[in-house]
């Protein structure tokens, strides 16, 4: 070895000694990246072993068995030598009553006992989604730990089905390079999901790190909305035209190396790229090869205009239980295809979201998102229930002096709130559920109010006697007990009131019901309950 190389190598070792000492187990990665297997072989070598067993974490598995093939045979055999003999990814593989606990304890385990390695290639044996689901459950330290022992594909994969947030978070501590190779694995529709997730700069960088036809088809797919038919459709389709002979597609299909996922139909166009129809691969491979494609395609298949809605999209997927559907324009030129992988991605999305907002978490999608970040957007939500509450509160000071006259008041006071807030939230799901899929609008909503109203005049009607006939016994007063029981049907039917129109005037306002619904409900069915309850004990009592 000559005395440059003896130098070179002295320098790295202190750089990796160094950085294992202060815990950078980024850095000592990179640095093993960027060192031939044989310069790795001989800095493991002159590294303590506890240092070695900690830097051989950080070898990469692609170039694992060059640098074993330069070290002496007994320390090849303990560096592969495992203390712990059962095998994690077939840990990860079981599915018992608690399996995602017992996964995510033991990914935590193995990394606290600094088995990166082990996880690492756990992770590269799961299927992407549930590689996804467990990144997402661990702490952001120990999920940056597992992310750095993934390859660029392996990554990419993974980055398809992680949330926005967390996907956007990882992404970002990739090297561009890195990143960019990642992306490469994506498909366009991924890619542009992942492009708007990122920074305006790095998601420049990202398209032009792609070839020119790349990156003209990801700029067009950009253009449209996100939340709309083109900004989920991907250009990977197949399409004809009418006039070719069914023989002719067929010969066309066999000479393609694989069929873009999903692949149920072939599109049907003109000459100018127009949309006609679609023709089933099912329809396809049973026709005579004589038959022309215009005798046995679907001509009465709609495409979907490229301005639809995400929602209304995935509506249309789910009423017409379709496996992909065509995007056009304007002037029906075939623009790409939506397929319902996509489509189960919105179904998801905003089932989560409809979810979170209900607690006022808007899209916290990660358990693990900076305090101060997570403590800004619940500070929100908890400001507007602070101000609810002090209406509520004032209606009762409202009523301070009956209140002091008559305890028994206080004490049954939060019965008439709570009966309606419950079944006003009965109503406002039932209600959002119904906007959400297209079932409640203008023509059924007198409809569905009378039904609401029915429903809370009898159930006001049976928990009122039940009430009453409680605080008779318990206060020993025949008035109370008939104050109450008017309260609790009053609120009732206040709470199936006002869990039907306000989702219906949020939604013409154009706020989310499912965001901002729950706290005015709330505050409804307080403010009448207390009211109510209140205002007849102060007319009837006093």
Known sequence: ????????????????????????????????????????????????????????????????????????????????????????????????????????????????????????????????????????????????????????ERAGKILVHLHEEVRARLALEMDEEELAAAAQKLDLDDLVDLIQDLPAGNGRHLLQAMDVRKRQQLLSMLSYPEDSAGGLMNTDHLSVRADVRVGSVLRYLRLLEDLPDHTDKVMVVDRKNRYQGVLRLSRLVTSPPEAQVGEVMDGEFKAIDVSLSSSEVARRFEDLDILSAAVVDDNDVLLGRITVDDVMDIIREDSERAMMNMAGLNDEADMFAPVLTSARRRAVWLGINLVTAFLAAWVIGLFQGTLEQIVALAVLMPIVASMGGIAGSQTLTLVIRGLALGQVEGGNARLLLGKELGIGFLNGLLWAAVVAALAILWFKSWQIGAIIAAAILLNLLCAALSGLLIPLLLRKLGIDPALAGSVILTTVTDVIGFLAFLGLATLFLL
Do not use: C
């Open 1 to 152: 070895m000559s005395e440059a190389d003896s130098h070179a190598i002295h320098t790295e070792l202190d750089a990796i000694a160094e950085a294992l000492a202060k815990g950078k187990r980024k850095r000592v990665r990179k640095l093993l990246r960027a060192m031939h297997p044989g310069k790795v072989a001989s800095v493991l070598e002159a590294l303590d072993p506890e240092q070695r067993q900690a830097a051989w974490q950080q070898v990469d598995d692609n170039t694992e068995e060059q640098v074993l093939r330069h070290l002496d045979g007994l320390m090849a055999t303990a560096l592969q030598r495992d203390p712990q003999d059962d095998d994690l990814a077939d840990d990860l593989d079981e599915d018992d009553e608690h399996g995602a606990t017992t996964q995510i304890a033991r990914v935590r385990d193995a990394l606290e006992a600094g088995k990166f390695k082990r996880v690492g290639k756990a992770f590269k044996q799961m299927h992407p989604a549930k590689a996804a689901g467990l990144l997402e459950a661990l702490p952001p330290d120990e999920r940056s730990s597992v992310w750095d022992m993934l390859d660029a």
